[in-house]
């Protein structure tokens, strides 16, 4: 059983910085893609972040502001977010693929909520 369990998210001034974190369990993640994603109150989710085993790709709204890594030997994948705005202000969910070496998003986490106040 696949489980992705987020923390880090918080309350933080516009320009402070968050860092969160994606612990996953039940199998290896090396071969599969891991990635962040974030709804705001009445909108669809968003793609934030992602990566797989060819790189890295970050939406728009946060390239040069949002650092994701992971750690293959730890199972856990890190999104180090600076230069907050209000308008990140989000439930951002972890999530991972099924099959390995197929970008998909399958198992998702329970969400952390993270707040940028102006």
């Known amino acids: 059983q696949v489980q992705l369990v987020e923390s880090g998210g918080g309350l933080v001034q516009a320009g402070g910085s968050l860092r969160l974190s994606c612990a996953a369990s039940g199998r290896t993640f090396s071969d599969y893609a891991m990635g962040w994603f974030r709804q705001a109150p009445g909108k669809e989710r968003e793609f934030v972040a992602g990566m797989t085993w060819s790189g890295t790709s970050y939406a728009d709204s946060v390239k040069g502001r949002f650092t994701l890594s992971r750690d293959n030997a730890k199972s856990t994948v890190s999104l180090q977010m600076n230069s907050l705005k209000p308008e990140d202000t989000a439930v951002y969910y972890c999530?991972?693929?099924?099959?390995?070496?197929?970008?998909?998003?399958?198992?998702w986490g329970q969400g952390t909520q993270v707040t940028v106040s102006s």
């Open positions: 999530a991972t693929g099924r099959r390995p070496r197929i970008l998909e998003y399958y198992y």
